[in-house]
């Protein structure tokens, strides 16, 4: 079941400039998306959500992106600190449904100092 | 900041022995679910709950797994009997409302099968 993908499995930037993390969605009922960040051995925690009937959520160095026409959301950090190297999850929530979450695979974000 | 609990931490078992996961969702919230993620895989829904019954499992989400409410703070996940493939963080979350709302998670247990 690849409902939402992340196909990037990890990537790296340097402390200061933008982190963009990208997620594609294939089902069109999705109407709710959230984003976690995830340390080992811990917990997802919540960091930004948009709605479908949104185009963009801005939240201090946190802005998520919807295109809906092309099922593409994507996380922008700007500017990254070493402290958010963690890996990002892109989580969607299908219309009508008891609230499952439906997550993407992960990618591993590295902020190089 | 109020936030999801989750007892033990890590759990180590033999085959075919049944475990308890234990959490604590946030006092308001009235939608719990549990996750699991096993190691190197994506995080996979399990089953939500709200006033009392299940509202939705997976199909991992066999016999071998309930879900209680015994009181008015924990929510537990049970295995019966486990299995090796059982082997995996499990999560609890817990959120305001079933849809376009935040789920808040725990810290989650790390369950190991022997």
């Known amino acids: 079941d690849q409902q939402v993908k992340q196909n990037s499995p990890s990537l790296s930037v340097q402390e200061g400039r933008i982190s963009i993390l990208n997620c594609d969605y294939t089902?069109?009922?999705?109407?709710?998306f959230l984003w976690y960040k995830k340390y080992p051995a811990e917990g997802p925690t919540f960091l930004i959500s948009?709605?479908?009937?949104?185009d963009k959520n801005e939240d201090g160095r946190f802005t998520v992106f919807l295109n809906k026409s092309a099922k593409h959301l994507s996380l922008h950090i700007v500017p990254s600190q070493p402290g958010d190297s963690a890996v990002y999850f892109c989580?969607?929530?299908?219309?009508?449904?008891?609230?499952?979450?439906?997550f993407g695979q992960g990618t591993t974000l590295q902020v190089k100092p | 900041e109020p936030e999801v609990t989750q007892t033990p931490s890590h759990q180590v078992t033999q085959m075919g022995q049944e475990v308890i996961l234990r959490c604590v969702p946030i006092?308001?919230?009235?939608?719990f679910y549990w996750y699991r993620q096993i190691l190197g895989q994506k995080v996979e829904f399990l089953v939500s709950f709200y006033n009392n019954e299940i509202s939705e499992k997976s199909e991992i989400f066999d016999d071998q797994f309930s879900v209680e409410r015994p009181d008015g703070s924990n929510f537990t996940l049970k295995i019966r009997s486990t299995k090796l493939e059982d082997s995996a963080m499990y999560f609890c979350?817990?959120?305001?409302?079933?849809?376009?709302?935040?789920?808040?998670f725990g810290p989650g247990t790390r369950l190991l099968v022997l």
């Open positions: 948009i709605s479908s009937i949104k």
């Open positions: 989580a969607a929530i299908v219309s009508g449904n008891t609230g499952k979450l439906i």
């Open positions: 089902n069109s009922m999705f109407d709710y």
């Open positions: 979350a817990s959120s305001e409302r079933d849809t376009e709302e935040t789920q808040y």
């Open positions: 006092s308001n919230h009235l939608y």
